[in-house]
């Protein structure tokens, strides 16, 4: 009674913290969209590609943060017949379309900014600066809201976009003061530069990191040798082959692999698989295992390094779907009248 109580009361503290989260998600995405539209507005009246340039820097902190919201809200629809992973890939697919939309806009900013440097273009350092202030006040908010919720990495993807944005609107800044007191104009186009190659560093990493899990790739941070070397180590365990680590999301990390635990009981081999499991999500923070128990050595004893190793009965299952296929024929022929046949 007092585990399954646990249970409930860890639910529901999980419900919780992400209602807490979703909410200060959407409330971030709010003032960021407030951001986007009083910066937007400060270039078109100061014509400061700047300002503009932030503007787009901004448009990646709305990415971040719908992207963030979004796999919130997705990990609370369940698993269905067709999706049993559920709908966390949803969200990678729209970052790797929006990363790949803001490189196309880094070498935009950068074409302008070079035609900006070749032919100056008056620039009004006052907006510029009371535009940037707007985004150095609401991301300075939202930065402390975001507080003591480090642990969650949408959080944490969120509090660090916006301490980018927090920073490129503190050089819009002093890029418009050094205009208005010097009306040195090519600063606005180097300050563009600055915050355009900005937004490719932070589009290259997130479009290099869906596209890794997309291809089913080991994790960022995880070692699949580490993982291997915890596997063998547990007790019971002789060896592991065939291991496998991917990626769900950026937050799931699933694992498969095939132990050798020799001649043991049912319950016995149980107890070993679930020392397994348990070491890998404690200390690796894979929470869905599979791990298939076998009780004898693989074919070739030097299999059990190999990753990718081919067992026997994956070759049978091969040959049990090509005969599959050729059932058909075979009955077709079978089923031909005695007198075609003669």
């Keep these: 009674m007092a585990k399954a109580a646990d249970e409930i009361a860890s639910g529901q503290f999980s419900e919780h913290l992400e209602a807490v989260i979703g909410g200060r998600l959407r409330k971030a995405l709010i ?13 078109v009246l100061s014509h400061s590609l700047a300002l503009f340039s932030d503007a787009g820097h901004v448009t990646t902190d709305i990415l971040a943060l719908g992207l963030a919201w979004f796999a919130v809200e997705q990990t609370k629809r369940p698993a269905d017949d067709k999706r049993s992973f559920g709908y966390h890939r949803a969200g990678i697919l729209a970052a790797t379309a929006n990363g790949a939309t803001l490189i196309v806009l880094v070498f935009v900013i950068a074409y302008e900014a070079v035609q900006r440097l070749t032919h100056t273009e008056p620039v009004q350092g006052l907006v510029v600066i009371v535009s940037a202030l707007v985004g150095v006040v609401v991301n300075g908010y939202v ?7 480090g642990t969650n990495l949408n959080i944490r993807a969120a509090l660090l976009h916006a301490l980018g944005d927090l920073a490129a609107s503190v050089g819009v800044i002093i890029a418009g003061a050094v205009i208005l007191f010097t009306g040195w104009t090519f600063i606005d186009p180097l300050v563009s530069i600055l915050i355009a190659a900005l937004i490719g560093w932070n589009a290259l990493k997130i479009v290099t990191e869906t596209v890794n899990i997309l291809l089913e790739g080991t994790p960022r941070g995880v070692s699949s040798q580490g993982i291997a070397s915890a596997i063998r180590g547990t ?8 291991l496998h680590v991917w990626s769900i999301s950026a937050e799931n990390v699933a694992c498969s692999c095939h132990i050798v635990v020799g001649d043991q009981s049912l319950p016995e081999s149980e107890r070993v698989m679930r020392a397994v499991e348990e070491r890998l999500c404690a200390d690796f923070a894979i929470g869905h295992t599979t791990i298939q128990v076998e009780n004898c050595a693989p074919c070739h004893e030097e299999a059990e ?10 070759q049978l299952a091969e040959l049990a779907l090509e005969g599959r296929r050729r059932t058909p024929l075979s009955r077709r022929r079978s089923a031909r009248p005695a007198s075609i046949a003669q």
């Design 305 to 314: 390094h190999l990753m990718h190793h081919n067992h026997p009965h994956i």
């Design 143 to 149: 930065a402390f809201s975001m507080r003591g919720q």
């Design 235 to 242: 007790e019971g365990v002789r060896s592991m082959h065939d």
């Design 31 to 43: 003032l960021t969209f407030v951001i986007l539209a009083v910066e937007l507005t400060g270039a």
